[in-house]
């Protein structure tokens, strides 16, 4: 083994720290009987050789050690090498597309050689792992199938191992790690879709000559899903709640924990890694099922009737670990897709009635993003309100697990968290959410705020412009009535430049207070005049909504649109927007912004073509430019849909493109994210209010 190792010139190599000279004692550490040293050197690999995925002339010559370890039979831990061949390789990575650190073009073409030298050698050399099958170290064979796919220019070769030694296999995570694989198979190879489907097929069946594992079954289906889900059967569902209540019932009777040997504490990144994995999946009964479970899910994509089913079991799990799992899926579900949501979101709210506070945390933090459909799990939030902090109030009150339920409440503007709310704010936490809260309650709810708020602003000191000045600010305005005024024109007067922050944030706030303002007009008049361009559309929005100096209010707009930044630009045309046809001597402006390409993109397009519709008034000429907004950017799409909601049946060119949008699973901004992402299910059902309202208006039903 390492036949000619001490030939090459690795001091004249690099790595990620310096010259490559202690390359070949990691290269042998790796060959150690000692599993401490062996992970050691492995997390060097991966530390210094291949450093966040950097590859370096170090790298490539590594690589074919790497593959002789890998083919010495009864060495240990070369499933571990296995992987790091794969991420060495880049799996199909584009160097045109990827950054490089330096404008050097002798460094960028050395980096390029680097990278499609590794592709090259990993390539070359990968047909060695075809004869590995049969090696007794199932954590190798474990490995084996995905590498095979990923680096193997010869996919019916590796189709045929595939399905040949998944007929024999006896390990079941090995047989998982084969349906993977040739999930992935059929997806990179179109022309092998249909037999690998009947292999996957094959693999949901019992058979007698390999391990009838449940979990394959789970792996199987959603590999179906992925790559032939005409395929899939029609008990998907049934068949996988079932898989999950098996392993949940073996694992209690502990006749199915898959224990592996215990691994050794080392001073390594993957050591930490391991341990992080281990407490998260602690306390989760049978967590490769939900693992392959969350799997199913993805591979579903669209198919919302049965997520929505797989999730509605997993909520009613009585494994807490599983219901946790669930409540994180709940919230990239329901804010990511449209569906039968009413029922996933009462028993997401069911878990407030839990003893473990953190399902109680989880679910109420996933409940205030999904406010906007969250009313069947309205009362389950406010029972827990009801029941009261269980500790005496604190400053951080959101952090605890009554305030999470109580901000999840406040969220969807229900009554019941008004004096919760009023309590916590006497002197804790001032939510940044707190002004939309206010804004969905009702104003006599909302004004039970009121002398909390005013006293909470009254104390804040100018000079030090504490981040809660502008969030107070906003759920003042939000209620809205005269007596706010005392304390925001103290703010408003506050002497000396360190005043000018909060003065900025008053002047954002003061457009909610119509006409109650007008008080504010000689502060907002001297403001204007000393105002910089990054708070002059606030002040002349304040102004506007004071009624006071129009001449004052147009120009400061009119500079705001021929700002050099998009974001003044932006700002300025939801100003515009607010004031309509007041805003008509603009309009030269706005069809000048219309036909500047490079001005008329992005967020810019939707605030454009509805400022020009709310000003202007005119169909005709908007339509065009709500068209173009609609296409640029989805974020554009719920602002667009309300300006056609307003034009009658003159909105009907956009009917063919609004019952596109209402007919899909996923909402408008949803762009197939995984993890903690959440999307603004809030505006996806205001687009779909206003979609819905342009059809039955347009005649189309």
């Known amino acids: 083994m390492f036949t000619g190792i001490d030939d090459l010139d690795w001091a004249s190599m690099n790595h990620a720290y310096g010259d490559a000279s202690d390359v070949p004692r990691m290269l042998r550490a790796l060959a150690s009987e000692d599993e401490a040293e062996r992970e050691i050197a492995l997390d060097g690999m991966h530390g210094a050789v291949h450093h966040q995925g950097d590859v370096y002339d170090s790298t490539v010559a590594c690589i074919p050690f790497l593959f002789e370890l890998v083919t010495t039979a009864g060495l240990p831990g070369r499933g571990g090498i296995v992987d790091l061949l794969r991420s060495i390789d880049g799996d199909g990575r584009d160097v045109e597309e990827m ?13 390029a050689r680097n990278l499609a030298g590794a592709e090259s050698e990993t390539r070359a050399r990968s047909g060695l792992l075809l004869d590995l099958f049969d090696d007794p170290d199932a954590g190798l064979r474990k490995e084996l199938p995905g590498a095979l796919v990923q680096l193997h220019d010869d996919p019916e070769a590796v189709f045929a191992v595939l399905r040949r030694r998944s007929r024999t296999e006896p390990d079941p995570r090995v047989l998982r790690a084969m349906a993977t694989a040739l999930g992935d198979l059929a997806v990179r190879n179109q022309e092998l879709a249909q037999e690998v489907a009947e292999a996957l097929t094959a693999l949901t069946l019992p058979a007698t000559d390999r391990t009838d594992d449940p979990g394959l079954l789970l792996a199987a289906l959603a590999q179906l899903a992925r790559c032939a889900p005409g395929r899939l059967p029609e008990r998907t569902v049934e068949m996988a709640t079932g898989v999950m209540r098996k392993a949940r019932e073996a694992e209690e009777e502990g006749t199915a924990r898959e224990d592996t040997a215990p691994a050794p504490e080392t001073p390594t990144m993957i050591s930490y890694l391991r341990r992080l994995g281990a407490s998260h999946r602690g306390s989760v009964k049978a967590p490769w099922a939900t693992d392959l479970l969350m799997e199913l899910h993805y591979a579903l994509d669209d198919r919302v009737a049965e997520r929505f089913a797989l999730l509605e079991d997993q909520l009613r799990s009585p494994d807490w670990g599983q219901r946790r799992e669930a409540i994180d899926m709940s919230g990239l579900l329901l804010s990511g897709w449209r569906g039968p949501h009413e029922e996933s979101v ?14 109680v945390r ?38 605890t697990t009554y305030g999470a339920a109580l901000g999840a409440l406040a969220a969807q503007g229900d009554a019941r968290a008004v004096p919760g709310l009023v309590e916590a704010l006497r002197f804790g936490h001032v939510p940044e959410e707190l002004g939309g809260w206010i804004d969905r309650m009702g104003p006599d709810e909302a004004a039970a705020l009121l002398p909390v708020l005013v006293r909470r602003l009254s104390l804040i000191d100018p000079e030090k412009q504490p981040e809660r000045t502008g969030f107070l600010l906003d759920a003042v305005a939000a209620v809205g009535p005269a007596e706010a005024m005392e304390p925001v024109l103290r703010l408003l007067r506050a002497p000396g430049s360190g005043g000018t922050g909060v003065r900025s944030a008053v002047a954002r706030a003061l457009p909610r207070l119509g006409a109650t303002a007008r008080e504010a007009l000689p502060e907002l008049r001297e403001l204007a005049r000393e105002s910089d361009p990054g708070h002059r559309v606030d002040v002349a929005g304040a102004l506007w909504s004071a009624g006071g100096e129009p001449d004052v209010v147009l120009s400061a707009l009119s500079k705001g649109l021929a700002a050099e930044r998009w974001f003044q630009r932006y700002d300025a045309l939801r100003t515009i927007a607010r004031m309509g046809a007041e805003a008509a001597e603009l309009l030269p402006d706005l069809r000048r912004l219309r036909e500047s390409p490079e001005d008329n993109g992005g967020w810019v397009a939707g605030t454009l073509a509805v400022a020009l519709w709310r000003v202007g008034g005119d169909p005709e000429e908007s339509m065009p430019a709500l068209l173009h907004a609609w296409a640029e950017h989805r974020d554009n799409r719920p602002d667009v849909a309300g300006a056609w909601a307003q034009m009658g049946p003159s909105a009907t060119p956009a009917v063919p493109l609004l019952r596109q949008e209402l007919a899909a699973a996923r909402r408008y901004d949803n762009t197939g994210g995984r993890g903690r992402i959440r999307y603004r299910c809030a505006n996806d059902e205001q687009l779909l209010r206003h979609g819905r309202a342009v059809l039955a208006e347009c005649g189309d039903r």
Do not use: C, K, M, T
């Open 99 to 111: 950054e490089f650190w330096s404008d050097d073009e002798e460094e960028y073409e050395a980096w």
């Open 346 to 359: 009462r028993l997401l709210g069911e878990q407030l009635r839990e003893a473990e506070p953190r399902i």
């Open 362 to 399: 989880w679910a109420a933090g996933e409940l205030e993003w999904l406010y906007a459909i969250g009313a069947p799990a309205a009362d389950a939030l406010a029972d827990r309100v009801a029941a009261g902090p269980n500790h005496p109030a604190q400053a951080q009150w959101n952090e």
